[in-house]
């Protein structure tokens, strides 16, 4: 069956500049995560949505960023006012439940000049 | 921040040979995740052992988790050239996040 997809797989913009992110997760998996991972360096949490609702968004950096997921399924990942060092690899995954396997998606490689 | 770190970053073997990966963290969990990534994208999902578990086994895969210790240990038997990737452990303490270590960067030598 389908993995989870993510889109664009790469996207560079320009510093200042607003970014939406895309993912969609398996086809009924209720829980879907959003990481960030940095050159070399393992992946970092930023949000989790439980269903339609984000039950922990405690990973997001700032106020900058924003994540929606109006239908319980698939997710937009949203930068305003994106800075040089907001460039890394977004990463989406999703479960069936929470602790349960979670399946990662390609990522999207995010480059601000 | 991440919780797990992995142990060694780095790690060169020749082809037939075994590759051991740990992994230590710091608070309860309930399960230990492992995964593969190629080229900085895509991670791949390898094994979950949970809490009550002490060992389990996946092809040429065997982890283990001391909880006692915290730490996992990831043996892949046999590696061949294809095992060439890095290796994360994740920890999910709540059911709501995975925390990563650093990575193992492992090659494997045709």
């Known amino acids: 069956g389908a993995g989870v997809s993510q889109t664009p797989s790469n996207k560079v913009t320009e510093k200042g500049k607003y970014v939406e992110l895309r993912c969609d997760p398996i086809?009924?998996?209720?829980?879907l995560y959003w990481y960030r991972q940095s050159l070399g360096q393992g992946p970092e949490f930023l949000i989790y949505?439980?269903?339609?609702?984000?039950?922990?968004d405690s990973g997001l950096p700032n106020d900058r960023f924003f994540a929606v997921r109006p239908e319980g399924s698939v997710s937009t990942l949203k930068i305003q006012r994106t800075e040089r060092g907001d460039s890394a690899v977004y990463l989406c995954?999703?479960?069936?439940?929470?602790?349960?396997?979670?399946?990662f998606g390609p990522g999207t490689r995010l480059t601000v000049l | 921040s991440q919780q797990g770190e992995e142990d060694p970053q780095a790690l060169s073997i020749q082809e037939g040979e075994n590759a051991t990966m740990n992994c230590s963290y710091k608070?309860?969990?309930?399960?230990l995740q492992w995964y593969r990534q190629n080229s900085g994208r895509g991670l791949v999902h390898l094994i979950l052992?949970?809490?009550?578990?002490r060992e389990k086994h996946s092809g040429r895969l065997r982890v283990t988790l001391d909880t006692s210790k915290k730490s996992s240990s990831l043996l892949i038997t046999a590696s061949r050239a294809a095992d060439t990737a890095s290796y994360f452990c994740?920890?999910?303490?709540?059911?709501?996040?995975?925390?990563f270590g650093g990575g193992t960067r492992l090659m494997v030598k045709p």
């Open positions: 995954a999703s479960s069936l439940t929470s602790l349960g396997e979670q399946f």
């Open positions: 086809s009924g998996h209720t829980a």
């Open positions: 949505f439980q269903g339609t609702g984000a039950a922990d």
């Open positions: 608070t309860s969990i309930n399960n």
């Open positions: 052992i949970r809490s009550n578990e």
């Open positions: 994740a920890t999910d303490a709540a059911g709501n996040m995975l925390t």
